[in-house]
């Protein structure tokens, strides 16, 4: 099993211009999530969704988009980049059946807007 | 305002040194769990808390569960250099399971050789 997997793994945008970050998992998880860590911070919750095409609103959501069409994939949109979206950006699932569910975390995208 | 506050923020030692990593907020949380992250790398799991006073131990690693559910540490006995990370604790509040968890503010944790 590859577990979760991101890409692209490093993106440099300008300010306006909009992209897609891609994540996919193999392990039939039903709950993903993407979060954004900040330099030197913990993880901020971004959208989460708890199963194919229910999604829900996290922490942070302003600036950004998700869909869930699919178990194995949950893709995150930025359509107008700003400079306050520089980040490292983590998308994440768990299986969502018991009480105690670990979090799989994929690589990480790092995304820079100038 | 920062549901879960971890301290200290930064911490350097020397290897074989003994430390302790805090993680406090003022609300209960149903569990509890604790990940390490190493540069260029998601957050992996080290360990899960779930009873009030609940102690686990993971080699010489250390976990706690406040009695009242909010708050936990980390201890750490004789540092190695393989220990440096970002340590985060990440609480959930919900009562059937792990739907979303809040991270805590981390902890820097170098150990010198």
């Known amino acids: 099993n590859a577990g979760v997997t991101q890409t692209p793994k490093f993106r440099i945008l300008k300010i306006g211009q909009s992209m897609t970050l891609q994540c996919t998992q193999d392990?039939?998880?039903?709950?993903m999530y993407w979060y954004r860590q900040d330099p030197g911070m913990g993880l901020k919750l971004i959208y989460y969704?708890?199963?194919?095409?229910?999604?829900d609103k996290g922490e942070v959501p302003n600036g950004y988009n998700v869909s869930r069409s699919t178990t194995e994939d949950f893709p995150l949109r930025l359509e107008l980049a700003a400079p306050s979206q520089t980040s490292v950006y983590f998308c994440?699932?768990?299986?969502?059946?018991?009480?105690?569910?670990?979090?799989?975390f994929g690589p990480g995208t790092r995304l820079t807007v100038l | 305002t920062q549901l879960l506050e971890q301290s200290p923020q930064f911490l350097s030692i020397q290897e074989g040194e003994n430390l302790t990593v805090y993680c406090n907020s003022s609300s209960v949380f149903s569990s509890l769990q604790w990940y390490r992250q190493e540069p260029g790398e998601g957050p992996v799991l080290l360990v899960t808390v779930v009873t009030g006073g609940e102690v686990k131990k993971l080699k010489r690693l250390t976990f706690q569960f406040g009695d009242a559910r909010k708050d936990s540490s980390l201890h750490i006995t004789a540092a190695q250099p393989g220990d440096t990370g970002l340590y985060l604790c990440a609480g959930d509040q919900s009562n059937f399971g792990n739907e979303k968890l809040t991270f805590g503010t981390g902890t820097r944790l170098t150990i010198i050789p």
């Open positions: 994440a699932s768990s299986a969502g059946t018991s009480v105690v569910n670990e979090q799989f």
């Open positions: 392990m039939n998880h039903n709950y």
């Open positions: 969704s708890v199963g194919a095409g229910i999604t």
